[in-house]
């Protein structure tokens, strides 16, 4: 008795796989997103997007101009959750997105840090700018102060999220600044007389408090150059 020699299945036709979606921006930037989350920044790359796509990574190129360009429209996407509209005063309003828009950062340390160098430029970002400088205007900026102003609010955000984003638990930076109060306290005040007048008040307040502060500092300072150029 002879057997059958096994056959082999015949080839797939192309026609009968499923399609794939077609390549758009927005899904790039889904899949980049989905990453992200789950793997870190490292591990959006070109070709990581274009395995979850599966796709060659230079198709990508057609939607996604370079790494810069596909890190900023990350972040843009990550802004959509920046609450625009709010309550109060003028000041009340912007301070309120600024705290939305550190959240988000403080969220996503990766992305902060990231910020410090790569500019946003998609339409969450352009519709905070907006808003910013509808904020300053309403509170009595000219132009040009409001314009030069937007920089400096918004990376007031930022640079605080990338310093309470660096790896150190709320423990280790607790003892931190304990350290650093009692360093401040034990300088000689005859070579440090201001150090040894403030000390304490180097490291007193909480953050919201101080980040508050700090945003009224800005905002001032902004008006004030209304009034003087």
């Known amino acids: 008795m002879t057997s059958n020699p096994p056959t082999t299945p015949a080839p797939r036709s192309r026609r009968e796989r499923p399609a794939k979606p077609a390549l758009t921006r927005p899904g790039i930037i889904a899949a980049a997103l989905r990453i992200l989350s789950e793997e870190g920044l490292s591990k959006v790359t070109m070709r990581r997007i274009a395995a979850v796509l599966d796709t060659g990574h230079a198709s990508l190129y057609v939607y ?5 360009d596909l890190h900023a429209q990350i972040l843009d996407a990550l802004l959509a959750s920046v609450a625009l509209d709010g309550t109060g005063s003028w000041r009340e309003r912007l301070k309120a997105l600024l705290t939305s828009y550190g959240d988000v950062l403080r969220n996503h340390p990766e992305m902060a840090r990231m910020a ?5 430029n998609g339409p ?12 300053l205007r309403e509170g009595g900026a000219d132009d040009r102060a409001a314009a030069w102003g937007v920089d400096l609010l918004l990376l007031f955000p930022t640079a605080i999220a990338v310093e309470h984003n660096v790896g150190v638990s709320p423990k280790r930076e607790a003892e931190r600044l304990s350290d650093l109060a009692e360093r401040l306290g034990a300088v000689d005040p005859r070579q440090h007389p ?31 150059r209304t009034t003087t150029i």
């Open 64 to 68: 996604v101009r370079d790494t810069e």
């Open 194 to 224: 201001n150090i040894a007048r403030v000390g304490p008040q180097l490291v007193s307040g909480d953050g919201p408090s101080r980040s508050d502060w700090a945003l009224d500092v800005l905002l001032d300072g902004i008006l004030a």
């Open 116 to 120: 410090l160098s790569t500019q946003p």
């Open 124 to 135: 969450h970002y352009v519709a905070i700018v907006e808003q910013v400088l509808a904020l």
